[in-house]
């Protein structure tokens, strides 16, 4: 079973900073890519921001300059520095990992649970 356990979401005023944490366990062979998703209401959820197994990174154009994701590939987990936070972040930001269980099948999609994220004076 794979799970992928998301934290440090929460409230904090505009120009303010939160850092996402995301570890991810279970029985894995290979992991393609792990990165983050937000989802505010009414909306589609969309990219925020992933790193590939060989540290090349990407980043929706909203956040360039003002979030940061790393990892550490030893604690299979991923994390997500949020600087200068504005209103429009405010979202359900969920944990993703691109992996495959055995060599014998292919890579999938997997999920966190989701936090939430509030900017607001």
């Known amino acids: 079973q794979v799970q992928l356990v998301e934290s440090g979401g929460g409230l904090v005023q505009p120009g303010g900073s939160l850092r996402l944490s995301c570890v991810l366990s279970?029985?894995?062979?290979?992991?393609?890519?792990m990165g983050w998703y937000r989802q505010a209401p009414g909306k589609e959820r969309e990219l925020v921001a992933a790193?590939?197994?060989?540290?090349?990174?990407n980043y929706a154009d909203s956040v360039k300059g003002r979030f940061t994701i790393s990892s550490d590939n030893a604690k299979n987990t991923v994390y997500l520095q949020m600087n200068n936070l504005k209103p429009e972040d405010t979202a359900v930001y969920y944990c993703?990992?691109?992996?495959?269980?055995?060599?014998?099948?292919?890579?999938?999609?997997?999920w966190g649970q989701g936090t939430q994220v509030t900017v607001s004076s």
């Open positions: 790193i590939t197994s060989g540290g090349s990174t």
């Open positions: 279970g029985s894995i062979f290979s992991i393609n890519a």
């Open positions: 993703n990992a691109k992996l495959r269980r055995t060599v014998y099948v292919a890579f999938r999609d997997y």
